[in-house]
């Protein structure tokens, strides 16, 4: 009974995977979903999916694996974070799920702040509130729909959520609670005062356990559904960056976690957490029992790329296709025909406001510099190097924390790109790897399993047993010269720009009050 089972409750679709005990991958699964968007910057999307595509993708790896459900020992979950779940007194869903990435909740942001203070909240919680967190989209909730937050008993995040169909009980654990503004960080547990503060039911929020701690076992429904074994331990997982973090080794000092995925991640392991006067970076809870980490985050990075080919690369679709091979690829090889600096087009990719360094929900996305010699294969490089500019970004802050930055290790479908590996190791002035696994947050969360199961005593021995380098690219140093004069662009065009990106949140308020019609 070595083998695990690691799901990810992502925010394009379901990842479940099976490993044994040394960490090999023997079945996966995956089933895919999208989000709505019913308003300008709003996200939803109906927890439902998340658990029918689990179920799905869970039963396809344990398909794939070829095993019975009663040699899997334990399952670990991780998913989204901050993206919010209403339950009622009979754990009915109240309203879908508003998303991580949803920007509406400016206005309550800005009462948190208000009624528990500014400082006194960056004390508390080691964050300051943003738009992505869980605590604004639940005073959102009370204010523009009280009927639905009069039934709200229970907040769930996704995975948990996930958890609790398929077990009956509710839990979360400190990485994933961490992200709500309403965890004592330092302290790794709720934050009764800021709970209180605002007004809020401290019942409605679970027990928080360290990741690997076992929180709950498949209920005989949840086996029905999964093709689990009744009874399977099931521990307490993590958000989906400390998942991943794990899941490529990022659980000591000087090993830093870049995600490119829907999102952009800069993640690095901390021994104990630090003041941040300025609160730009995340710190929340490692995955690691009794560690922490701090956390820059770009909202559009594999996002950005994401709509680059879905907006302007039909044509490229059409050729991928008739040639066999992934449009991503041949989008890549086009940007690499580009020189380094796309010839002055810079991208700023904020297309969904940002977090890091600016916590801004109007900033916007922008293509600065287009003249006739710009083709495609500049604006697609221009996109790749945007988001990595945005990532240094994060980096620099991390930076001067002063914590040790001696390797990277790349994560997410951006991990795929050896332009974008390159790109960042250029970027970042440190070497860049890749790691036997590629599946990040279900690999970590498999992995959280086996130390649960008790097959290795902790995380961190866990994952120098299992987790291996397998390739590396150094920061080629003819290029710094280049990527300094691109930052300096780069950083100063957001600075530029901040007034008229409000200009223009303005305007599309007035434009949604008008309706939208008229001459």
């Given at each position: 009974m070595g083998h695990t089972v690691g799901v990810d409750v992502g925010t394009s679709g379901t990842r479940a995977l099976v490993i044994d005990e040394y960490g090999v991958i023997v079945g996966t699964g995956t089933a895919a979903y999208s989000s709505q968007i019913p308003k300008p910057n709003w996200v939803e999307q109906d927890p439902e999916?998340?658990?029918?595509?689990?179920?799905?993708?869970?039963?396809?790896?344990?398909?794939?694996?070829?095993?019975?459900?009663?040699?899997?020992?334990?399952?670990?979950?991780?998913?989204?974070?901050h993206s919010s779940v209403f339950l009622d007194a009979a754990g009915e869903v109240v309203r879908p799920a508003i998303l991580w990435c949803d920007q509406r909740t400016g206005q309550e942001c800005d009462e948190i702040t208000s009624v528990i203070g500014a400082e006194r909240l960056l004390d508390m919680t080691c964050n300051q509130a943003i738009t992505g967190f869980t605590a604004p989209k639940i005073l959102w909730l009370r204010k523009h729909e009280p009927e639905q937050f009069d039934r709200v008993r229970k907040v769930l995040l996704p995975k948990d959520y996930v958890r609790f169909r398929m077990s009956g009980e509710y839990a979360t654990d400190m990485s994933d609670a961490s992200g709500?503004?309403?965890?004592?960080?330092?302290?790794?547990?709720?934050?009764?005062?800021?709970?209180?503060?605002?007004?809020?039911?401290?019942?409605?929020?679970?027990?928080?356990?360290?990741?690997?701690?076992?929180?709950?076992?498949?209920?005989?429904?949840?086996?029905?559904?999964?093709?689990?074994?009744?009874?399977?331990?099931?521990?307490?997982?993590?958000?989906?960056?400390?998942?991943?973090?794990?899941?490529?080794?990022?659980?000591?000092?000087?090993?830093?976690?870049?995600?490119?995925?829907?999102?952009?991640?800069?993640?690095?392991?901390?021994?104990?957490?630090v003041s941040q006067p300025d609160g730009r970076l995340h710190m929340f809870c490692h995955g690691v029992p009794g560690k922490w980490h701090v956390m820059g985050v770009t909202l559009a990075a594999g996002g950005a790329f994401r709509w680059y080919r879905n907006t302007f690369c039909a044509e490229e679709e059409r050729q991928a296709r008739e040639m066999g091979i992934d449009i991503y690829d041949l989008i890549v090889e086009g940007a690499r025909s580009a020189p380094a600096g796309a010839e002055g087009l810079v991208f700023l990719p904020y297309l969904a406001g940002e977090r890091t360094p600016y916590p801004d929900p109007n900033a916007s996305g922008v293509f600065f510099g287009i003249s006739f010699r710009h083709s495609k294969e500049h604006f697609a490089r221009a996109v790749m190097e945007g988001v990595t500019m945005s990532l240094l970004d994060c980096l620099d802050i991390v930076r001067s924390l002063g914590v040790p930055v001696s390797q990277v290790r790349a994560s997410g479908g951006g991990a795929r790109s050896l332009l974008w590996r390159q790109m960042q190791s250029n970027a970042f002035g440190v070497p860049v790897s890749t790691v036997n696994s590629t599946d990040g947050a279900a690999f970590g969360a498999a992995i959280l399993a086996l130390v649960g199961a008790g097959v290795y005593d902790n995380v961190e021995s866990a994952c120098r047993e299992i987790i291996k380098v397998t390739e590396t690219v150094q920061p080629d140093t003819e290029s710094q010269g280049i990527w300094d004069g691109l930052h300096s662009l780069y950083s100063g065009l957001y600075l530029s720009l901040r007034d008229s990106f409000d200009r223009r949140a303005s305007l599309l308020k007035a434009c949604a009050h008008d309706g939208g019609g008229g001459n």
């Open positions: 999916v998340w658990w029918t595509s689990t179920c799905d993708a869970i039963r396809q790896a344990l398909l794939d694996a070829g095993i019975a459900a009663a040699d899997i020992a334990a399952v670990g979950i991780a998913g989204q974070m709500t503004l309403l965890f004592d960080v330092r302290n790794r547990r709720w934050a009764s005062e800021a709970i209180e503060g605002l007004g809020l039911d401290s019942d409605w929020f679970p027990a928080a356990y360290e990741s690997p701690e076992i929180a709950a076992r498949v209920s005989a429904v949840g086996a029905k559904a999964t093709g689990l074994a009744e009874g399977t331990p099931i521990v307490a997982g993590a958000g989906d960056q400390a998942a991943t973090a794990i899941g490529v080794g990022a659980v000591e000092p000087g090993i830093l976690l870049c995600t490119i995925g829907t999102s952009g991640v800069i993640f690095a392991h901390m021994g104990s957490p």
